[in-house]
């Protein structure tokens, strides 16, 4: 495992730990803006803004609740009392950045990189369309997107080493003991998957070339 990769699943950690703290019955998601030194910017949690109420009644009314809510990226850069330093990243779990807080991503320059914790059975076919733009926008604005899949509220064992990427059936993949499949858009042949690993790349290498290459996976099954 790489220096980079054993810190994106700290910060991840921390980030699945924050997504917590949302009162959010439904979708409970955490960011974490860390910059180049590894200090811990800004934390944030998808809820409605400070001065209005938390009240349960008001989550379960969803109508309501989008129209009041605050992402967590979003929230996360509001609490950014200075300009966010240049070569920063931002964490997310379990769900990827949506246009909205793309948006704000974008307009703080100091984001380079976006480090994306994929939930398991969080992924919606209609976000889709959604998520497909929010990527566009990020990779014309030159920021890097990594993505890890997670399995449950557990990542995937720091021990994966490129040797047990061996059991592909179809679009399927075995990482360690998490079974992922290429979602519905994309697909991951074996040939594509044997030219992305090769024996000199690591795990986390591997996972980048694969949002590179548009191959974005979810773990389906144990
Ligand atoms: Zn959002």
Redesign the pocket.
């Known amino acids: 495992m790489t220096r980079t990769e054993k810190w994106d699943r700290r910060f991840l950690n921390l980030a699945k730990e924050i997504s917590t703290w949302s009162k959010d019955p439904s979708t409970q998601v955490g960011a974490v803006i860390v910059d180049s030194d590894g200090i811990i910017i800004a934390t944030g949690y998808n809820g409605f803004p400070r001065r209005l109420s938390d009240a349960p009644e008001l989550y379960a009314d969803r109508e309501k609740k989008y129209k009041r809510v605050v ?4 929230n996360a850069i509001l609490h950014t009392a200075i300009d966010i330093p240049k070569f920063s990243t931002l964490y997310v779990t379990p769900i990827p ?6 948006k704000a991503i974008l307009t703080k320059e100091g984001i380079f990189r976006v480090v994306i914790g994929l939930g398991n059975g969080t992924w919606c076919a209609k976000w889709d369309a959604e998520n497909k733009i929010a990527e566009e926008m990020m990779s014309e604005a030159g920021v890097h997107r990594t993505v890890y899949p997670l399995e449950d509220s557990c990542l995937l064992g720091s021990n994966v080493q490129p040797s047990e990427f061996e059991d592909i059936v179809g679009n399927r993949v075995t990482l360690g003991d998490v079974v992922c499949e290429a979602q519905e858009r994309s697909t991951l042949s074996v040939s594509q998957w044997n030219t992305l690993v090769r024996d000199d790349s690591d795990y986390a290498e591997a996972l980048i070339q694969m949002a590179v290459n548009d191959l974005h996976i979810t773990p389906v099954e144990k």
């Not at 992402?71 to 979003?74: D, G, P, S």
């Open positions: 992402h967590a990226e979003l950045p949506c246009t909205e807080c793309t």
